[in-house]
Each structure stands twice: as C-alpha cells, then as structure tokens.
C-alpha cells in the first residue's frame, strides 16, 4: 500500500516571510486521484498539466493551524485567493511538486469540519509558464538565422547546417 504525504507551503496575506512546508493530515479513506494528461491542445492558451479531484482534507489542529483565517482579508493568515506550493511524496520519496488550491471549508457549529482542496502540477496553464515572455527573449532561436543565398541553401540541404 502507499502512504502519500501531503505538504503545503503557507502564503500569508502581506507577508514577505517565506514559509516552510506543513506536512498535513490526510483523511485516511480519502484518496488522491492524480490525473497526468495535457487536457486541451487547440487551445494553446488552457493547455494543464497534472492535476488532482477535489479531496478533502479534516480540520485537524495541524490542519487548522495551516488553514487559519482563511475566511477573513482584514486578518493575517492563509490567503485563499492565492496557489500554495505544494508537493506530494509517495512512500517518502519526492513524487509531485505543484500547487494546491483551497476550493471550500465546511462548516459545523460555526466551526470548520473539513477543507476541500485541489492539487495542480507547477504549470498550470502555458501562460502561466511563458507569462510576459517574448520570442526575441529565446536566444537559442538565433541558432536558425543563416544566410539565405543560394551556395548556402545548397550547402545546408547536402550537409545540413549547425
């Protein structure tokens, strides 16, 4: 059976502090269903990589304390609103580095039950990958730039060029 292990870096609202990973608590019969599949290649701009379903994990104290004011913008604690780094271990080995997503927190007496989460790959989208990027910034393109005379076409086409 594999033991999978979750870990979670906080971000907290208007902090610069750089967190360090919170391993939190699984629900036991809870599964992580990873799915590794490029979802929508004509459309270049919502091409995903790995992500997870939904799943749940309990308001445990280690789990609250990761999870704290997450409700509350006035209030310095975990910001829903933005991806954590996270990374998931099989068995103690590294296995997934990506981000997770704070989907839902059920409620019980006014107090949270469960956080419903979803766990992404480190590209979420290509844009997110390329961001502001421009084709001029790829300098190992100039690698296509030759002379186009006709002793060079000839040239590349017998032996081909660097």
């Keep these: ?31 992580i269903t990873l799915t590794q599949v490029i979802q929508d290649v004509k459309s270049i701009d919502k091409v995903f990589t790995d992500f997870s379903k ?4 309990p308001a445990s104290k280690t789990n609250n304390k990761l999870f704290q004011y997450w409700y509350n ?12 780094n996270a990374r998931i271990e099989l068995n103690h080995f590294a296995f997934k580095e990506g981000k997770i997503r704070l989907e839902s927190v059920t409620m019980r007496n006014n107090v949270p039950s469960m956080y419903k989460v979803t766990f992404f790959g480190n590209t979420v989208t290509l844009n997110d990958l390329i961001g502001e990027d421009k084709l001029e ?20 086409l017998e032996f081909g060029l660097n």
């Design 54 to 57: 939904t799943f749940n994990l």
């Design 1 to 31: 059976m594999q033991k999978v292990i979750l870990h979670i870096q906080p971000q907290l609202r208007s902090s610069t502090v750089v967190q360090d990973f919170v391993q939190v608590d699984l629900m036991e019969e809870d599964l």
């Design 137 to 156: 910034s790829l300098e190992w393109l100039n690698n296509f730039n030759h002379n186009g005379d006709n002793a060079n076409i000839k040239n590349g």
């Design 73 to 84: 913008p006035d209030i310095e604690g975990f910001d829903n609103q933005i991806m954590s």
